[in-house]
């Protein structure tokens, strides 16, 4: 029996994930079943709670996050279905009956969560909520949708002048507004929409580029009276709207596929299949930025399911190239720039990402601290501050790295390890939960000693 490449320890509740290069080298070979997209999962949850009569759920995401959700909205009186099944079952309470919560509510490490039930909250008349999160969280910007509630009439307060969670939120009726945002962010867009389907009269937001548009596919296949305006990236909702429980087909994401098409194009002699992959164009940077790179990936049996676009993924390693990576793509790859940065570690070239400022306020300081562990490890990267800079081709040695409890870098790091001499572990690996439970599973099947 050969020494086994991927293995987990825990210890302290902590888990670390050790991959051990062996002397020949290792190659990815195999299908992979995509967990379902959180964005999506959470989406479907909320509308669902907040429908009339019954919706049932095709493959949620039965990670951490969507479970934060779950556990907020059953809070609140919507009835959901054990979400360990193929099928959740949500009996939504009709727009409006949202119960007054006896605790607080917690979001836990989730920014959609708390950033779009903020929207929902706040224009829900004569009840009191209050809403935290894990410590991540806590120290997540919340004035991105605090103010523009706020120009709508909501009664938000919090640490920090309402900056930061724990908030405290008086619903209120709201008046309509036209929301120019000073960002693309699908959750500004999403929380503003939220608070527009309890609110008379029309709700607009207006983004300076387009962020993902799952809010607007779901509000819409639910009954909600929605317009989309492309030339100008605006969307409007018209309440009161009533919401229709709905039968939601749930894709796999695109945001965990990617780390099986980074870790299939780095590592030598690799083919994978993935399978069932969400490919909402709002979403798909990331398979623009790897053809730039001159990855080997192609797109097979397209389909609609659900109102959303759906592929089977297949890629073959190749050789990689720097890019430039910058502008109106961000948005399309924002989750996705981690797990390119490690991409880059492997190509010809120096790549350059601008225009992510984002990434500093995500679960962690995504640009810092992927910085910091791929140097750890040997790379050549490069803090900008909205971006980085990745000279590809060092060769990288295995270490000691830390996920700083953001998902995408434990996982990030993990697919690093596969292309890295000796041994590497990475720390607080638990982190992956959040919106992959079975991705160190999924790397033991498909990965094989040569
Ligand atoms: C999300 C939107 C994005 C993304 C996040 C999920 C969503 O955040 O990074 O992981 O489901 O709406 P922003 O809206 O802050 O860009």
Redesign the pocket.
């Known amino acids: 029996m050969p020494a086994p490449i991927v293995t987990l320890t825990t210890a302290e509740n902590q888990h670390q994930l050790t991959i051990a290069q062996p002397s020949a080298g290792l190659a990815l070979q195999g299908r992979v079943q995509i967990p379902g997209d ?2 999506i999962s ?1 989406r479907a949850l909320m509308l669902g709670a907040l429908a009339e009569g019954e919706t049932q759920i095709q493959g949620l995401l039965l990670g951490e996050d969507p479970c934060s959700t779950a556990n907020c909205f059953q809070a609140m009186g919507a009835e959901i279905s054990e979400l360990n099944t193929e099928l959740v079952r949500v009996r939504g309470i009709g727009l409006g009956n949202l119960r007054e919560p006896m605790d607080v509510l917690n979001a836990g490490n989730s ?2 969560t708390l950033r779009l039930m903020l929207g929902i909250l706040a224009s829900h008349p004569d009840r009191f909520f209050t809403v935290t999160g894990d410590s991540s969280l806590r120290s997540r910007p919340m004035s991105r949708v605090v103010k523009p509630l706020q120009q709508m009439g909501a009664q938000i307060w919090g640490r920090q002048g309402g900056a930061l969670a724990p908030l405290a939120v008086q619903g209120q009726a709201l008046k309509p507004t036209h929301y120019h945002s000073p960002i693309a ?4 867009k ?1 929380c503003i929409l939220l608070a527009g389907l309890m609110t008379e009269g029309q709700t607009t937001v207006t983004e300076p580029a387009l ?2 548009d799952h809010s607007e596919r779901m509000l819409r296949a639910f009954g909600a009276e929605l317009t989309v305006d492309p030339e100008t990236k605006s969307v409007t909702v018209t309440g009161p709207a009533r919401l229709q429980g709905q039968t939601v087909i749930v894709p796999g994401d695109i945001s965990s596929a990617a780390f099986w098409l980074v870790a299939g194009a780095i590592v030598s002699g690799s083919e994978l299949w993935v399978e069932n992959v969400g490919v909402n164009p709002t979403r798909t940077g990331v398979l623009d930025a790897l053809e730039m790179m001159g990855a080997d990936i192609t797109l097979e049996n397209q389909r609609i399911v659900a109102g959303e676009p759906v592929a089977d993924l297949h890629v073959r390693h190749s050789s990689l190239k720097a890019c430039e990576i910058k502008g109106d793509i961000i ?1 399309r790859l ?2 996705e720039i981690p797990i390119l940065a490690v991409a880059a570690a492997f190509a010809q070239g120096t790549t350059v990402i601008r225009d992510a400022e ?1 990434l500093r306020v ?1 679960e962690s300081d995504r640009i810092a601290v992927m910085a910091a562990q791929l140097n750890h490890m040997g790379a050549q990267v490069t803090e900008l501050p909205d971006g980085l800079e990745i000279t590809g081709g060092a060769a990288l040695q295995g270490a000691e790295v830390d996920s700083h409890t953001d998902h995408r870098i434990a996982m990030s790091l993990a697919i690093a390890a596969l292309n890295a001499t000796g041994i590497t572990t990475i720390h607080r690996a638990e982190a992956a939960a959040i919106s992959y439970p079975n991705f160190t599973s999924t790397l033991q099947q498909i990965c094989h000693p040569l």
Do not use: C
């Not at 962010?185 to 500004?188: E, F, L, R, Y």
């Open positions: 959180k964005s959470h920014g959609t962010s699908a959750q500004v999403s962020s993902r948005p924002i989750d984002e995500k």
